[in-house]
C-alpha cells in the first residue's frame, strides 16, 4: 500500500476554484511522508491483516491533526473532509480503533513507534545541520549558545473534565500529571514523555531518571557530545543530580546541568552573610540589565545618573558558604562540582512571599550547576522560563573559583561612566 502517494503531482496554483480549508496541514503531512516518519511508523504498526487504512498513516495523520489545533479525536475528520487534497483519509472510529489496538499492545507498539519517531527526528536533524551548517543555537541572555543540545525537563498538569484512565485529583485539578523531555534548540520539540497519574508527585527521582535517559537516546548520536539538562525546582531530587554528574563525568561527553534548589533554612543562613557588594546585576532574556526608572527620576531616560535607576534584580554564588561557611560543608554528600547560585528580585504586586523574603524585602529564587567556574558567562541559563516562583531569565553569573567567595573577584556594582544609547 502506498501510503505517501497523496501528495504526487500536487499543486498549489491561485486560479481554481472552491475553497481549501487547513490547507497548511498539506505541508505538515508531506513533511511526515519526506522525513520518513509516516513509512516508519507504517512498518512499525505492520499487520497482517487486510486493512483498508494503513496504521501508520493514521497515527501520522493524527499528529498532524494535533498540530492543527485538535483538541478531540473527534477533530481528525477536518482532513477526511478534505478528501480532493488528502486522498482517502480513515474515519474517525478508524481513528479510534487504531488507538485501542496501541493500548492494548503490551507495549510493544509504543517502542516501536518510538523508534520510528528518533529515526525520522535523525533525518530531519541531518538535514538541517547539512543546510545550514549546525543545529540552531540555544538563545539566552540576548546571544546564541551554538554546539550545545539543550533538553528541558518539565512537569505539566493537563485537566480532565470527566472520568479518564489515570486521571485524578492533584493539587492544580482533576487530570493528569504528565512529564516531559523536550529540546530548546527546535523550538521545544518534545524528545521524550511520560503519562502519569494526576496525582504523581513533580520531584519524583525515578521518573525523572527514565525520563532523562529517554530524552538523551531520543537524541541523535551525533548531536550527544555536548548537552545542557535543565529543570525547575519542582523537578529537583537527589537522584537526578546525582545522575547528571555521573554523565558529565563521562570522557568525551561534556554534559552542563542547571537545575532549580529549595530555598531552606541553611540557604536563608548563607544568604544572610552575604555581603552587599557581593550581588551582581542580573541580566533579563535579552541581556538588558534589570532595572527601571525611579519615580523621582530626571527628565532624561537616556541619563547615566545612578539614582535615577533601581535596580531590580541581582545574582551571586553560595558555595563557598554553604561548603567553607561557620557550619562547614553543608552539602557533603552532593556532588563536588556542584555549585548553588542565587537570585533576588522586587516581588511583584501580589506576591506571595515567605516570611524571610517579606522581612527581607527581595523574593529569592536558587539554581544549581555544575558550569565550571572557568566558562565564559552566558552558560548561566536558569532552569526555566517560568518556574514555581516567578519568572527567571538568564543571568549574569560570578565569574570566581569555586572555592573562592563570589565577591572577591567579582565585579562590583557601580555607577554607570558613560550615558546611555
Known sequence: MNVTGWSRGLEVTGGGQGVVSHAGLALLRHLADKTGLTGGLS????????????????????????????RVISDFRVMSDQRELFGPVASVPTAWRTLKEIA????????????????????????????????????????????????????????????????????????????????????????????????AGSNTAADHLALLDAAIAAVPPGFRRRLMVTADGAGASHGLIARLDELASRRGYELTYSVGWVLGERERAALRLVPGQAWQIAIDGRGEVRERRAGDACSSDQCAHRACWIEEAHVTELTPLLREGPQGDQLAGWP??????????????????????????WRYSLWVTNRPAATRAGWGRTPTSTPPTGSTPASRTPSAPARTPAWATSRPMTSRSTPRG
Open 336 to 361: 563536588a562540582a556542584m555549585r548553588v547560585f542565587a537570585r533576588r528580585e522586587r516581588p511583584h504586586p501580589g506576591a506571595q512571599l515567605t516570611l524571610f523574603e517579606a522581612a527581607d524585602g
Open 43 to 70: 512498518a512499525a504498526l505492520a499487520t497482517p491483516r487486510v486493512l483498508v487504512h494503513d496504521r501508520g498513516r493514521v497515527v501520522a495523520d493524527l499528529a498532524c491533526a494535533i498540530a492543527d489545533g485538535a
Open 104 to 199: 492494548g499492545s503490551q507495549g510493544w507498539a509504543d517502542r516501536r513507534i518510538t523508534a520510528a519517531v528518533n529515526a525520522a527526528r535523525r533525518r530531519a536533524w541531518a538535514q538541517a545541520a547539512a543546510r545550514h551548517g549546525a543545529l540552531p543555537g540555544i538563545r539566552l541572555a540576548g546571544k546564541v549558545l551554538d554546539g550545545v543540545v539543550c533538553i528541558r525537563l518539565d512537569a505539566t498538569v493537563t485537566l480532565a473534565h470527566s472520568d479518564k484512565e489515570l486521571a485524578e485529583a492533584g493539587y492544580k485539578g482533576y487530570g493528569h500529571h504528565p512529564l516531559l523531555a523536550c529540546c530548546d534548540n527546535t523550538g521545544g520539540e518534545p524528545l521524550a514523555w511520560m503519562l502519569r497519574r494526576g496525582s
